[in-house]
């Protein structure tokens, strides 16, 4: 073909793509076209026609108006079979994985290649090779449970290789993954690319954007932004701006306020975590009035147990966790619960609201105990009403109505039902765990702005986070923890030069007096 | 160049011209939505129904015609088919109790034999004499359903909530045991003149039928409608109370849903199992009391004809809802009047087959949006 001997050829063009949902026009005239050998980023807030632009380029969805082009030729697919015979593939943000079953298992399913005898052991070499020409490196014989998610990741990748995939689709490929699996997966992307394949990924986070495309086209409510520029000509204002349609606040003005008394106060907490294995080893910290403690550290280091201690949701084998001077610790969760500890939990779907219960049910959760919700045994469904109303209008809830079950909900709009339900009572102490994991970038400023007027209001707020900018801007201190131990705490000026690097170090095992005494 | 070819590892395989896409919903469908997909899943069952009995050479508009004269024809038949809905409805509501909260209790059956039994131990044991007034046996009677009934339903709840045992093999088996239960009673202890069944109750332990006022209201002779329905009705307002109006039922519908959601917002899980399940299990104990107190008037091993079994359907089919439970249960009152009355007495309960089937495959359309589309194979180019 002519277009091979050019650099970056177009290899797919979207062109004047409609797509609605009930209710919602999710792609309205979207174009999009994609190049040879590029990493294409596709940025946008939740809800911005993403996922579903590129559900229709997989195969997945069928598109109301417009055309695909795809190496020069028009192309309708109507299964994600059609779409990967035409090269194209995607790897969804939940895995299609069937969890009993092996690596090699996975890729083959559904091909036509093993006609009926299934001898795995001519398959494993294959995948293995494939593997290492990518960076994907995975053992083809393990089973898909016994994976962790990063590796999981490398299967989905795998099998759309396997099928001869050109195009490689990633729905927000990081949301699931530690930073340092973050970096292997950039340097695979990078991999893929020497090898003349060719990257869309998609993400509504900035940095990760700036650092991997070549080029970037922004959604808007389902109307392209910007299309196809050059990543290196841009800045992340201005793709932030693109995104959400006015200037973020990087730096939330955080005023500077004294702390009050201590509010929390954790003594020498161990326990375990699921598996029976030790989690937490004697953590110890104290939470102020007025302040917000920062607890830093890589996910899967003991953070989502010590919240379930703090509320009472696991128990601990040894220490003591005191709310105004009262133990909490290894005692039903109401009573943390009663004494005003309120918890975002990390996992909104799972956890932190009840999927096919309307928004009223899943704000009254912690509430309905008492009047007026609650009448002795009866529950005043009015009331309960009136309340989610009004939580609605002042935390921004966007739904028709409060009946709507909660599974209908964006990200954004989920975890404002939790915290409108987790702030609302006015707690004397609150855990947020990753409170804007997978928040596009305006609620991503909400939820900051509630969480630096809890503190304000003189609450005391232990903010759990992977986010290093995150912590630096609401934090007043900030404690690292690895391993199930505290590594050290940081004070003061958490702007200045060295924070993030001794965080870093942190994060990754060395205790805060170690790194002091190497700089002295 | 083999690019533009689709990837050799597949094959083109000949497709149907037109597909069935299934999408699921993104908003809440109207309110009416769920109801008209029942009705129509009704009728789509009966057409089937219809069909079949086409096919083994009956005449489906004879048999439904006669299928609806027999059970809602007169008075006299309205009134039979009362009788069977009656403990419907309660089984109904037992096990639409134990589903909101996703507790799978399929023992209901043995929950109303020994509801059953407890009821005529008070008159068999005898915990009361034969001389008492029935403003004391009948609420007694009532008593002794209930306790009886929720304690085959703590067995089960405990055994879950305690070491996780799966309750739909424990009230499964416990159905068994239940059956066996009474019939060690009826042979062994109760047996009147080496019969398998007990002594007829006294008078004053039955609950009154209309009959028993055909001195005072002649409309009435012959009707054997009893006061177990009002005790399904009170039952009915109660459940619904508790499962749309109250705390707890809020508490059920949340672990029901989500039990790990349900921890977080300071429940105890184990607690409710437990209560859920002596709820539940109470309700089939009054259905069993019921029925041995207004119509079987003596304990005998043929109490039921599955009543235990079909109050699962009809909790399904109402979908847990106790005023639908009250609908649902006349409907298949009047099948099971039917039975007797159609021959093959088969054909009724085919009928209640496929009207579950037909209801629970209805469900997807609650979920889901289906659409009929061309199939563009793409790949004709190729």
Redesign the interface.
């Known amino acids: 073909m002519d277009d091979s001997a050019m650099p970056f050829p177009l290899l797919i063009e979207m062109r004047g793509i409609v797509k609605r949902f009930p209710g919602v026009l999710a792609n309205d005239c979207v174009d999009f076209e994609l190049r040879h050998g590029e990493i294409h980023a596709l940025l946008g807030e939740n809800g911005a026609g993403k996922s579903t632009l590129m559900n229709i380029l997989a195969g997945l969805y069928r598109q109301e108006a417009g055309t695909i082009i795809a190496n020069g030729e028009v192309k309708s697919f109507s299964s994600p079979r059609d779409a990967i015979a035409a090269g194209i593939g995607m790897v969804h943000q939940h895995f299609m994985l069937v969890p009993s079953q092996t690596v090699t298992e996975n890729i083959l399913l559904g091909l036509d290649d093993p006609k009926f005898l299934l001898r795995l052991n001519e398959y494993h070499p294959k995948i293995e090779d494939l593997g290492e020409r990518f960076g994907l490196k995975v053992d083809p014989r393990s089973k898909i449970w016994q994976l962790s998610v990063g590796e999981q990741q490398r299967v989905e990748l795998l099998k759309m290789l396997y099928r001869g995939a050109r195009v490689l689709i990633l729905d927000e490929p990081t949301a699931v993954l530690a930073p340092t699996e973050i970096e292997g997966l950039f340097q695979t992307l990078r991999s893929m690319v020497e090898e003349g394949k060719s990257v869309i990924f998609i993400s509504h986070k900035l940095h990760e954007v700036m650092e991997i495309s070549d080029r970037v086209t922004v959604l808007r409510r389902g109307k392209v932004t910007a299309a196809g520029v050059d990543t290196h000509t841009t800045t992340r204002q201005e793709l932030a701006r693109l995104m959400v349609g006015r200037e973020v606040l990087f730096h939330i003005e955080k005023k500077s306020q004294e702390v009050g008394k201590v509010i929390l106060s954790v003594e020498n907490i161990q326990a375990d975590n699921d598996k029976g294995l030790q989690a937490l080893y004697d953590v110890s910290f104290q939470v102020h009035s007025g302040e917000i403690l920062g607890l830093a550290g890589i996910a899967g280091n003991g953070q989502g147990e010590l919240a379930q201690v703090i509320t009472g949701l696991r128990k601990c084998t040894h220490g003591h966790v005191q709310l105004d001077g009262e133990e909490i610790a290894n005692r039903p969760a109401l009573i943390a619960i009663e004494r005003g500890v309120s918890y975002v939990p990390e996992d909104r779907t799972q956890v932190g609201t009840a999927a096919n219960l309307s928004i009223t049910d899943n704000v009254i959760m912690k509430t309905y105990r008492k009047p007026p919700i609650a009448h002795g045994w009866a529950l005043d469904s009015k009331v309960a009403t009136q309340y989610a109303e009004k939580l609605k209008d002042e935390y921004d809830i966007v739904v028709p109505n409060v009946e709507t079950p909660v599974r209908m909900l964006s990200g954004g709009n989920l975890q404002r039902v939790i915290l409108a339900r987790e702030i609302s009572s006015q707690p004397p102490f609150m855990v947020a765990v990753q409170p804007t994991r997978g928040l596009d970038v305006g609620a991503i400023e909400g939820v900051h702005r509630l969480l630096l007027a809890q503190r304000e209001a003189g609450a005391a707020v232990l903010l759990i986070s992977e986010e290093l900018e995150e912590l630096l801007s609401l934090s007043d201190r900030i404690l690292v923890i690895y391993e199930g131990r505290i590594m050290g705490e940081l004070k003061g000026a958490l702007g200045s030069q060295g924070v993030i690097e001794k965080l870093g170090q942190m994060m990754t095992g060395t205790p805060l007096e170690k790194i002091l005494e190497g700089a002295v | 160049?083999a690019?533009?070819q689709?990837?050799p590892?597949?094959?083109r395989r000949w497709t149907f011209p037109i597909?069935i896409?299934v999408?699921p919903?993104?908003?809440?469908p109207p309110r009416w939505y769920p109801w008209l997909i029942s009705v129509g899943a009704i009728i789509i069952a009966l057409i089937i129904g219809g069909i079949l009995i086409a096919i083994v050479g009956g005449d489906p508009f004879a048999s439904y015609a006669h299928i609806a004269r027999a059970s809602f024809g007169s008075v006299g038949v309205f009134s039979d088919t009362l009788v069977k809905a009656t403990p419907l409805i309660m089984v109904g509501l037992a096990c639409s109790v134990a589903f909101r909260m996703r507790l799978w209790n399929i023992g209901a059956e043995g929950q109303f034999f020994l509801g059953a039994f407890g009821a005529s131990a008070v008159v068999l044991a005898p915990l009361l004499p034969e001389n008492t007034t029935p403003w004391l046996f009948i609420p007694v009677m009532i008593l002794a359903g209930l306790l009886i009934g929720a304690l085959w339903g703590f067995i089960p709840g405990f055994l879950k909530a305690r070491f996780n045992v799966n309750e739909i093999i424990s009230t499964l088996m416990m159905n068994y045991i239940a059956v066996q239960w009474n019939n060690y009673f009826i042979f062994a202890i109760w047996t009147e003149g080496g019969f398998q069944m007990s002594k007829m109750f006294p008078h004053n332990a039955w609950l009154p039928r209309l009959t028993d006022f055909a001195d005072q209201i002649p409309f009435f002779r012959g009707l054997t409608t009893h006061a177990g329905l009002i005790l399904a009705l009170i039952s009915v307002v109660i459940v619904w109370?508790i499962l749309?109006?109250?705390?707890?039922?809020?508490e059920i519908?949340?672990i029901g849903?989500?039990p790990?959601?349900?921890?977080?917002?300071?429940?105890?899980i184990s607690r409710n199992t437990i209560m859920v399940m002596m709820l539940s299990g109470a309700l089939a104990g009054l259905a069993g009391m019921s029925e041995i107190t207004g119509v079987v008037h003596r304990l005998q091993g043929a109490i039921s004809p599955g009543y235990g079994f079909t109050g699962i359907i009809v909790a399904w089919l109402a979908k847990l809802n106790p005023f639908a439970v009250v609908v649902v249960s006349v409907l298949f009152g009047a099948l099971i009047l039917a039975g007797r009355e159609i021959q093959p007495s088969g054909i009724p309960k085919m009928i209640q087959g496929i009207i579950l089937v037909c209801l629970i495959a209805s469900d997807i359309l609650l979920r889901y949006?289906v659409r009929i589309?061309r199939?563009?194979?793409?790949?004709e180019?190729?």
């Open positions: 160049m690019d533009s689709p990837h590892i597949f094959k597909t896409q999408e919903r993104l908003v809440a109370f749309y109006r109250s705390k707890w039922g809020y519908r949340l849903d989500n790990q959601a349900g921890r977080y917002a300071g429940l105890n949006r589309a199939r563009n194979t793409g790949m180019e190729a």
